[in-house]
């Protein structure tokens, strides 16, 4: 753990459920791993990524929660990770999504600019929760090695259709955003955009909420899904834009000016995705008052878990699988 952070690991036959509290005033992460053990070294060379299978989120969730996944590499004595993000849902819902191996180039202990991840001396694999305050919780079902992303089920990254509010929709994108850009300014520009992405694409699907704001949501996940996450942040300035373009509209005011953003982000696309639609203005004044409250009494519980000794970090009882 990191610092005040705290973190309570469960595995079972269904997996690993992994809840606890980020404290940012020092440390700031949560983590569990899984060792190969010193001998147990494991040759992924013919495989292309990891597929990893997690439950979606309680619907009541603020907003997703990014992951760094992480594989240790011998040959380079660190490890390298990748970001993804897990998305609220209906209970009983999944989420998965593909991870090829060229992503896994974040180095959170050490930074090597010309360092890449040996998959032929992978001796370890883990989870880490970075910079988001306040409480989480989730499931890991499965982590897989795969040949291909031909093998990854065609479900895969599909997201949990939500139903929600505008209201909800306007929580969850400032709550993305203070997450977010935290992550972005501790040096981890990949946690924001896996999150801002799981954000985008959750509003897109989403049920009962402003078909204007949803045209603008899915026109960023369609302009950004060109670049990849945890290649570069250019997707994750798309997102900002079309974020702060919904919360501009959910208060009544006009969108942003295109020149706050990298030159990435310009282009008609926001003002094509609003023509000949509006949105409903909200007590956005109430709304912050009520986010923060959320934020801090979900901190202030687990402050109490955490007090009380519940903190039980160990190894994953599931190995990472090898798909025939």
């Not at 079902?141 to 895969?156: L, N, Q, T």
């Not at 008609?268 to 007590?283: C, E, K």
């Amino acid at each position: 753990m990191g610092g005040r952070s705290s973190g309570n690991l469960q595995v079972s036959d269904s997996g690993a459920r992994f809840e606890g509290s980020i404290n940012i005033d020092g440390g700031g992460f949560a983590s569990f791993r899984r060792d190969f053990g010193w001998f147990g070294e494991r040759n992924l060379r013919d495989y292309a990524g990891l597929w990893v299978e997690v439950d979606a989120l309680a619907e009541s969730t603020l907003a997703p929660v990014a992951l760094h996944v992480e594989l240790d590499d011998a040959s380079e004595r660190s490890g390298f990770g990748a970001a993804m993000a897990i998305p609220p849902g209906p209970e009983g819902s999944t989420y998965s999504v593909f991870l090829p191996f060229s992503w896994f180039r974040k180095q959170l202990l050490r930074s090597c600019r010309n360092c890449i991840l040996n998959p032929g001396r992978v001796t370890g694999v883990g989870i880490v929760v970075l910079y988001q305050e306040g409480f989480f919780s989730f499931r890991v079902r499965k982590i897989y090695a795969v040949s291909s992303e031909s093998e990854v089920p065609s479900s895969a990254g599909r997201m949990p259709t939500l139903t929600t509010s505008d209201s909800d929709v306007w929580k969850m994108i400032r709550a993305s955003i203070l997450r977010g850009s935290y992550a972005w300014n501790q040096g981890y520009p990949e946690q924001c955009g896996a999150l801002y992405n799981s954000t985008a694409f959750v509003i897109s699907s989403a049920r009962n909420i402003s078909g204007t704001v949803q045209n603008v949501a899915r026109a960023a996940t369609s302009y950004a899904e060109q670049f990849p996450l945890n290649l570069g942040n250019n997707a994750a300035w798309i997102y900002r834009r079309s974020f702060d373009t919904i919360s501009a509209a959910y208060e009544g005011s006009a969108p942003p000016p295109e020149s706050r953003y990298p030159q990435v982000a310009h282009g008609d696309w926001v003002r094509t995705a609003m023509s000949g639609g509006s949105v409903q203005p909200l007590p956005v004044s109430e709304l912050a008052n009520e986010l923060q409250q959320q934020m801090v009494s979900g901190a202030a519980g687990q402050f109490a878990l955490r007090i009380l000794g519940l903190l039980f970090v160990g190894c994953m009882h599931f190995l990472v699988g090898l798909a025939k």
